[in-house]
């Protein structure tokens, strides 16, 4: 572990990181300091001010901004509790920035999660000195100025950067943030700060859109309301919504994020997906493709059974698949890397069950692409890396090659006929088909008995990215059918297992793959671990 060193803060010593930027340090001991500028995984601006402090020097005390020093052994600094140097230079800063702020917060998309809404309430709670006749000098380009009717002209409101991302940009403040995300971490200059001082505006460069695959992005970080996203504009105040910790299901670089719904009707609705902050894996970011896979979890789902092609009921399906179970002679089991850790150890469960007669494959027929450098490995199976936790090897290919050899195919949560419809078709020659689906693909259509399931963001479980991270899934409580159940209680059910609860499936998982032995949820926490690379590492980690 890294040495810790002194610094005194308000009079009160306190251990922190060597050469950690002091804003950090402040906040990591629950010392509560603003910043609009700044952003842990972006390069220091030092624009907004008003994360102030005071630092001693070899004059005294003076002014500094704390997230731009960094921490050093014997710094003695001051806070608005000791300072009211400090107090009042942080609400200064709110004047200044509020001064020529349009009042927009009863319709401001921003408003309930508004840095500026935040940092008023705490730094500033000043009354405004600016008189009416006076009149806001609201910023904005030539191109996007209007005349309201009140006669006061305004900088530019709703203006379409592009296909994702609307700015207002009179709301801005210029923090910067946008842009530097763009240079430094989508390594795509496509935003720049226009003007100077108090007229300075955000734009796009003359007659280019803003469109890159991580650009809204640039709406989380943006601390006010002058960039928003298209997909969410206008739909939720922020304030109904609900929040569980989750992991992208389309990649396997397992990016952490938030599941955003409301409970406000029946059953609910998923309303967002936002980037959730793990310095491991992806930062703050996450890619526009995994943030809108919210509206696939209302659109085309399984919610019942289907046999021999027509509608029923889940436990109708169920029953057939039973029968048709206890019936076969030779059973293929298809296990996937779309689901999670729980699922597939259900499968292995199920096979033993089966008593001989059961035969499991497992692996991706889908492309795989290269890494982005963001926060996308270019696998698009997240959990293919938990397949060979399990020992599951990737022999697809021997199960298309043998398939007249099986007169039962149990596919679990794996669209083989969507992934590759030339060698899902040799499948074809199994007389009974079942699948496990969250929607209704094109495996489910090929399929004699179809059983529904909850989809990735409706289970509690594990997944492990492709850099050997175990990482935790919640269930949002949001169901399209209140019948669906998690892929692993329906294998469960299939072979009479007995499981009560993700965790005994877990248990279960780590009884059957060393690596995973003397692990837990809490264990794994909400950033996950990195998972022992050896069998022989795993026991010594459990001793």
């Keep these: 572990m890294t040495d810790l060193i002194t610094i005194t803060v308000d009079g009160r010593a306190l251990q922190v990181k060597p050469k950690q930027q002091l804003i950090e340090a402040l906040r990591a001991n629950g010392i509560d300091t603003p910043a609009f500028c700044y952003h842990p995984d972006l390069s220091v601006a030092g624009n907004c001010r008003i994360c102030m402090v005071e630092v001693k020097g070899p004059r005294g005390f003076a002014f500094g901004i704390s997230c731009h020093m960094q921490v050093a052994p014997g710094m003695e600094v001051r806070t608005p509790a000791t300072s009211e140097n400090v107090r009042l230079a942080r609400k200064g800063v709110m004047e200044f920035l509020l001064v020529n702020h349009p009042l927009d917060c009863p319709i401001c998309d921003k408003a309930g999660e508004c840095t500026l809404q935040e940092h008023y309430m705490g730094q500033g709670r000043h009354e405004s000195r600016l008189p009416d006749e006076a009149g806001k000098q609201y910023k904005g380009g030539a191109d996007h ?3 309201d009717g009140k006669g006061q002209e305004r900088g530019g409101k709703a203006i379409d950067l592009g296909p ?3 700015l207002d940009q009179e709301r801005c403040i210029a923090c910067s943030r946008c842009v530097r995300f763009m240079d430094e971490v989508a390594k795509d200059s496509q935003l720049e700060l226009a003007g100077r001082g108090d007229h300075a505006y955000i734009t796009t460069f003359p007659g280019k859109p803003l469109d890159h695959a991580y650009d809204l992005n640039t709406t989380d970080i943006c601390p006010v309301g002058a960039l928003t996203g298209e997909h969410f504009r206008f739909q939720q105040r922020v304030w109904n919504l609900k929040s569980v910790e989750s992991i992208d299901p389309s990649d396997a670089f397992g990016a952490n994020l938030t599941i955003e719904y409301n409970i406000n009707g029946e059953g609910g609705k998923v309303w967002r997906l936002m980037p959730r902050r793990n310095p491991e894996v992806n930062k703050s970011w996450i890619a526009n493709r995994s943030r809108l896979l919210y509206r696939d979890l209302a659109v085309n789902r399984l919610t019942d059974g289907r046999v021999a092609g027509k509608d029923t009921t889940l436990a109708d399906a169920l029953a057939a698949a039973k029968t048709a179970l206890a019936g076969a002679k030779r059973i293929a089991l298809v296990a996937s890397g779309h689901q999670t850790i729980e699922d597939n150890a259900a499968l292995l469960a199920l096979a033993d069950a089966l008593a001989g007669k059961a035969e499991i494959f497992s692996g991706s027929w889908l492309p795989v ?5 963001i926060a996308l490995s270019g696998d698009p199976v997240a959990n293919r890396a938990g397949l060979k936790v399990l020992g599951l090897a990737d022999n697809l290919d021997a199960l298309a090659q043998r398939a007249k050899e099986f007169d039962v195919l149990l596919t679990l949560g794996h669209d083989l006929w969507g992934a590759d419809a030339a060698k899902a078709g040799a499948l074809t020659s199994i007389p009974t088909r079942i699948v496990l689906s969250a929607w209704q693909d094109a495996t489910v259509r090929a399929s004699t008995i179809a059983i529904g399931i909850r989809a990735w963001a409706e289970v509690r479980g594990t997944l492990v990215n492709w850099k050997d991270r175990i990482q935790l899934t919640q269930a949002v409580p949001v169901l399209p059918s209140p019948e669906l159940e998690p892929a692993w209680r329906v294998v469960s059910d ?3 297992l007995g499981w009560t609860g993700e965790t005994a499936a877990f248990a279960a998982a ?3 793959a060393p690596r ?10 909400p950033e996950g671990l990195i998972l022992p690379a050896t069998v022989a590492a795993a026991a010594a980690g459990g001793a």
Excluded at 369 to 373: A, H, L
Excluded at 516 to 525: D, E, K, N, Q
Aim: aromatic residues 8%; charged residues 20%; hydrophobic residues 40%.
């Design 369 to 373: 692409g290269k890494p982005d450098g």
């Design 510 to 512: 780590a009884k059957r």
């Design 164 to 166: 994702t991302v609307v």
């Design 494 to 496: 299939l072979g009479g």
């Design 516 to 525: 995973l032995a003397g692990l837990t949820y809490r264990a794994i926490g």
């Design 145 to 147: 100025r209007f005349v």
